[in-house]
């Protein structure tokens, strides 16, 4: 391994390996000739970093890397035959288990992570399980790496990842939806664009600002206003009472429904 990357991602240049990949050099984890990914269609994601190593083939590319990054579409993945029992193998695959995983590609030392779309500013929350094959100072570079893209949890099994797939791995496209939302009921009012979306996106990003620095959580930051009485608690109780809270859950419900596809039930 003296003279070639010990990384490789598989779709390393798709828009979450190429997030992942750029993390690792912006933070000077990884050189860039110790990185090899493989092309896409979209182009070179890699423009600033010449000396990363482009590889055509799945193949060639296992064979310059002993860590393999799996950040394919899981019908990507259903269509390669890989051989990885000499890899650790880090996968951003939502839906292919660490058991599929395995199966498919002969490896043991299997890592499942799931980003989400803030990994390409860094600001991604990151959970990750590992197989019981992969050792403590495995464990703990996977970690390191997974952590160039925002602050990461180890969860204690592969069902609360298939959960957290739906709940965090979605990303901005929640709270996006609401802003979204927020920001066309503006627009009705007759707000300019410019001024509807500036309020919205400030506004969500000081109140999410104060819920993290809040020690009693956001729900109590809800209930302080519901008891408010004030012109917050008439938005806040018609919300409530068009079900707001039970939509949200129906979605997370739906999107860990998605994340579960194809899976055998363990029941």
């Known amino acids: 391994m003296a003279h070639r990357p010990t990384l490789g991602i598989l779709g390393g240049n798709g828009w979450l390996g190429g997030a992942f990949g ?34 055509e083939s799945p193949e060639a590319l296992l064979d310059r890397a002993d860590i393999v990054v799996l950040a394919l579409r899981p019908a990507q993945f259903a269509t ?4 990885l029992e000499s890899h650790l193998v880090i996968s951003l695959m939502a839906q292919v288990s660490l058991a599929e995983l395995a199966r498919a590609t002969g490896a043991t030392r299997l890592v499942r ?18 197989d019981t094959a992969v050792n403590a100072d495995e464990r703990c570079l996977v970690g390191d790496l997974l952590a160039a893209c925002g602050p990461v949890d180890e969860v204690g099994d592969e069902h609360q990842l ?9 990303g901005p496209a929640f709270p996006a939806l609401l802003a979204a939302s927020l920001i066309e009921h503006a627009l009705d009012q007759g707000l300019p664009e410019a001024l509807a979306r500036r309020a919205v996106v400030e506004s969500l990003a000081g109140s999410l600002a104060l819920i993290r620095q809040t020690d009693t959580g956001p729900g109590a930051i809800v209930d ?42 363990s029941g």
């Open 224 to 265: 302080r206003f519901l008891a408010y009485g004030g012109v917050t608690t008439l938005g806040l109780e018609s919300m409530v009472d068009h079900g707001f809270r039970d939509a949200v859950k129906e979605g997370v419900g739906a999107a860990h429904r998605g994340a579960l596809e194809g899976r055998p039930s």
């Open 22 to 55: 750029r993390a690792l050099l912006t933070r000077g984890l990884l050189s860039p000739d110790r990185l090899a990914v493989t092309p896409s269609r979209h182009g070179d994601r890699y423009a600033d970093w010449p000396d990363v190593v482009r590889i």
């Open 80 to 83: 390669l035959t890989l051989s």
């Open 162 to 170: 298939d959960y957290l797939t739906a709940l965090t791995g979605s």
């Open 113 to 130: 992570a799931m980003p989400n779309a803030a990994a390409e500013i860094g600001r991604s929350y990151t959970p990750w399980v590992a």
